[in-house]
């Protein structure tokens, strides 16, 4: 039997954030208003491989002024887009534990997901964040190698 979206364990946004930096030394997480930007790069704090807004402040189609939503963004890579949330052309951006595109930036392959159950963070979203890291570190290390040959 399948539990009811009411009763399922929600990981809360301080919860995502400490992940992030326990599995990712390297994040630079950095909170500027009601949005929490994650980077690899602490001096420009850009580009990001994922962000938690806790307010309608940046785009209101989520309604996340509701008490306690909020709201994980991911880059990920095309394939990865298409893969997980491609076929959904007309999300309910307001839905709980779903993975969505994200309102604004899905052309730029970026994924949403409002107060994910455990079960999703561990199963979906850990493996995307994973991606998303991924992606924006080794871009770094490759400007850093550039660098230091030059």
Request: proline share 7%.
């Amino acid at each position: 039997m399948r539990a009811s979206p009411s009763t399922l364990r929600r990981v809360d946004d301080a919860s995502i954030l400490r992940y992030i930096a326990h599995a990712y030394p390297d994040a630079d997480i950095f909170t500027a208003g009601s949005g929490t930007f994650m980077s690899c790069d602490g001096e420009k704090h850009w580009p990001n491989f994922a962000t938690l807004v806790t307010s309608d402040e940046y785009d209101p189609a989520s309604n996340l002024d509701r008490p306690g939503v909020y709201r994980l963004n991911i880059g990920v890579s095309k394939a990865t887009f298409e893969r997980v949330v491609g076929a959904n052309p007309d999300p309910d951006y307001t839905a709980l534990d779903q993975l969505m595109p994200h309102p604004v930036y899905a052309m730029q392959h970026w994924v949403s997901i409002l107060n994910p159950s455990e079960a999703t963070f561990d199963k979906v979203v850990k493996p995307l964040l994973e991606e998303a890291h991924e992606r924006v570190a080794r871009a770094r290390r490759k400007v850093a190698d550039k660098q230091s040959r030059s």
